[in-house]
């Protein structure tokens, strides 16, 4: 059995995401038969607006991303911030890049998934997860949304917890609040879901 490449392809700014990333890569990793790898898309920020928004440095042990190498990917998970109720910039700036795959349909049947972070209720957790599937859709990816499947961590009202049936999330408040453990264990889940899905779906 051949071994399914799963990749976890995110932006961070502030490092929310960039937790949950990880934690994504953890779940899919676990799935035996499942190489899962992180990638960075690029920043778009001048360095020297992104000292004024005191953003801390890019993680070193994770390569940029370029369009053309998510053709290599059997599955594919996007985590990014809202900006806005949306992805960022940079995101979108990314997606744009991938004209000539989205041309040739080279991405089409290839299942995707999403994850993000956002400020607070307000900050588009579950319009940032709508307004992405639309990237989704134009390659011709099967996006692969949560449901319940995540189970009584779905119905949680007893702590503050990002994440839908769109895909899993955290909250970041005023910056200072972290992916909770409940967060935490979501993105594994979902990086395992997902993992699961691409690899019954290339054997």
Same mark, same amino acid.
């Given at each position: 059995?051949?071994?399914? =490449?799963?990749?976890?392809v995110?932006?961070?700014?502030?490092?929310?995401?960039?937790t949950m990333?990880?934690?994504?890569?953890?779940?899919?990793?676990?799935v035996?038969?499942?190489?899962?790898?992180l990638?960075?898309? &690029?920043e778009?920020l001048?360095?020297?607006?992104?000292?004024?928004m005191?953003?801390p440095?890019?993680? +070193?042990d994770?390569?940029?991303?370029?369009?053309?190498?998510?053709?290599?990917?059997?599955?594919?998970?996007?985590?990014f911030?809202?900006?806005?109720?949306?992805m &960022?910039?940079q995101f979108i700036a990314?997606?744009?890049?991938?004209h000539?795959?989205w041309a040739s349909?080279s991405?089409?049947?290839?299942?995707?998934?999403i994850?993000?972070s956002t400020g607070?209720?307000?900050?588009?957790q579950? +319009?940032?997860?709508?307004?992405a599937? /639309?990237?989704l859709?134009h390659?011709g990816?099967?996006?692969?949304p949560?449901g319940?499947?995540f189970?009584d961590g779905?119905?949680?009202?007893s702590?503050?917890?990002?994440?839908?049936?769109?895909?899993?999330? /955290?909250?970041a408040?005023?910056?200072s609040?972290q992916?909770t453990?409940?967060?935490l264990?979501q993105?594994?889940?979902?990086? =395992?879901?997902?993992?699961?899905?691409?690899k019954k779906?290339k054997?």
């Amino acid at each position: 059995m051949s071994t399914t =490449k799963v990749y976890i392809v995110f932006y961070s700014l502030y490092g929310h995401v960039e937790t949950m990333a990880r934690e994504v890569h953890r779940g899919a990793a676990s799935v035996d038969g499942v190489e899962a790898s992180l990638w960075q898309v &690029p920043e778009t920020l001048p360095e020297r607006v992104l000292e004024k928004m005191k953003a801390p440095s890019k993680p +070193n042990d994770v390569e940029v991303i370029k369009p053309e190498q998510l053709v290599d990917a059997d599955g594919l998970l996007f985590g990014f911030p809202s900006r806005f109720g949306m992805m &960022p910039a940079q995101f979108i700036a990314f997606f744009e890049a991938t004209h000539e795959l989205w041309a040739s349909q080279s991405l089409a049947g290839k299942p995707a998934s999403i994850f993000w972070s956002t400020g607070f209720y307000g900050g588009g957790q579950e +319009n940032s997860a709508l307004t992405a599937v /639309t990237q989704l859709s134009h390659h011709g990816m099967l996006y692969v949304p949560l449901g319940y499947t995540f189970g009584d961590g779905m119905f949680e009202m007893s702590e503050v917890k990002g994440g839908s049936s769109y895909g899993a999330g /955290t909250f970041a408040g005023d910056g200072s609040r972290q992916p909770t453990e409940l967060e935490l264990r979501q993105a594994f889940y979902q990086g =395992k879901y997902v993992a699961e899905i691409a690899k019954k779906l290339k054997n």
